[in-house]
């Protein structure tokens, strides 16, 4: 069964900086978009942003300049650089590859922004 694993969260002051890494644990045929989500407590799971096969990117107004997502299909992994940090982007942050036969969602890291 396909499991997906995500690494780098962490505690970080305002204005700082994470990369967070997610990583499958078996090939995912045929990827078709990668991104993350985040879900903050008391609130709905949000999209962060997405990237597709081809490379086009989609952010949230709320992270645009500021995130960078990535991938290498090759390697079934997906990237979210994180620069600016503010309080407001203190979340579990998720993981979620798309395969031709299914979707995977990682179990979620924390990222807490101190003001």
């Known amino acids: 069964q396909v499991q997906l694993r995500e690494s780098g969260g962490g505690l970080v002051q305002f204005g700082g900086s994470l990369r967070l890494s997610c990583a499958a644990n078996?090939?995912?045929?045929?990827?078709?978009?990668s991104g993350w989500y985040r879900q903050a407590p008391g609130k709905q799971r949000e999209l962060v942003g997405d990237i597709t096969s081809g490379g086009t990117t989609n952010y949230a107004d709320s992270v645009k300049g500021r995130f960078t997502i990535s991938a290498d299909n090759a390697k079934n992994s997906v990237y979210l650089q994180m620069n600016s940090l503010k309080p407001e982007d203190t979340a579990v942050y998720y993981c979620t590859i798309r395969g031709r036969f299914g979707t995977y969602w990682g179990q979620g890291t924390q990222v807490t922004v101190s003001s």
């Open positions: 078996a090939n995912i045929f045929g990827i078709k978009n």
